[in-house]
């Protein structure tokens, strides 16, 4: 037999077998990806958690007006917020226009083009996730977090290959809410007003795992807290706004104009926001500069 033809027959079975892991992979992937009221759909479960102990989901409205405070608005654009936020209908369009905006608020076109651009922008997974199908009731949490435990919503199959997926999927999505949980107790307990947050590339590199692993763990996941539903990704990448910073050294130096840098950046960590003494001696040069001025 020619050695060209050997080779070529050698060669098929590696190709075929480096072919089906791929394919393998790429189900694990997806299903690592989808939410768990997709999974439970596709797979009919068999095993649920109880998860009586924290509220039923809040519909699109309620989600987003939650999450308003890390946007660090002013009053007034918080008014404005929420006015386009309860004018998103159900297929996630927008209801009113700019122009309308204008009229309402007494602010210029430009200013209300970018308050919408805003929302639509920054909750656009939320906005998505919501108005998935108009038929869906309510968003199914992927996750149940107490302040003690966490707990992945489990599907049970027979197939060998996606059981071992969802396995997979439940380890990955439990090992990075585990860490959030750790981080964030005292936040789950409400005794901080922020939560910790974490980059991808930060949790990535502590659980081991890509970048990419972690991304497609947590989009489209909901985690359910003694707070409510909320989208995993609060979790990620939201720092705090600079806005929210300056606001809250403001309130404590209103409080006590004598408070040290040292004492106010262990105020701040102990409230969630975690910043340097340095960057809040920049912040207060900042709020006494802003007050000089208004003096004068």
Do not use: W
């Not at 393998?24 to 999974?39: D, G």
């Amino acid at each position: 037999m020619p050695d060209s033809k050997r080779n070529s027959q050698s060669q098929g079975p590696r190709l075929e077998q480096k072919l089906l892991l791929t394919r393998t992979e790429k189900l694990y992937l997806n299903i690592l990806e989808a939410p768990y009221h997709v999974l439970r759909e596709k797979y009919l479960p068999v095993v649920e958690l109880d998860d009586t102990y924290h509220p039923h989901a809040e519909d699109l409205h309620e989600v987003l007006v939650k999450l308003l405070p890390y946007l660090g608005l002013s009053d007034q654009e918080e008014q404005i917020a929420e006015y386009i936020i309860y004018n998103i209908d159900s297929t996630g369009k927008l209801r009113i226009t700019p122009e309308e905006l204008t009229e309402k608020f007494s602010i210029d076109l430009l200013h209300a083009q970018k308050m919408v651009e805003l929302i639509l922008t920054e909750f656009s997974e939320e906005i998505a996730q919501h108005t998935f199908n108009e038929d869906q009731a309510y968003i199914e949490p992927d996750v149940i977090m107490t302040p003690e435990k966490v707990e992945v919503r489990k599907i049970d199959v027979r197939d060998p290959i996606i059981a071992k997926a969802l396995h997979m999927r439940e380890e990955t999505i439990a090992k990075i809410c585990e860490e959030i949980r750790k981080v964030n107790e005292y936040f789950l307990r409400g005794y901080r007003k922020y939560p910790q947050v974490f980059t991808m590339r930060y949790m990535a590199r502590l659980l081991g795992l890509h970048v990419s692993t972690v991304s497609r763990a947590v989009r489209n996941k909901y985690v359910s807290t003694p707070f409510g539903i909320l989208p995993l990704r609060f979790f990620f990448g939201r720092t705090i706004n600079k806005k929210i910073v300056l606001q809250e050294i403001e309130k404590l130096l209103n409080m006590d104009d004598n408070l040290t840098d040292f004492h106010i950046t262990l105020v701040l960590k102990s409230a969630g926001i975690q910043i340097s003494r340095r960057t809040v001696n920049k912040y207060r040069k900042i709020i006494e500069s802003q007050k000089g001025r208004q003096i004068k």
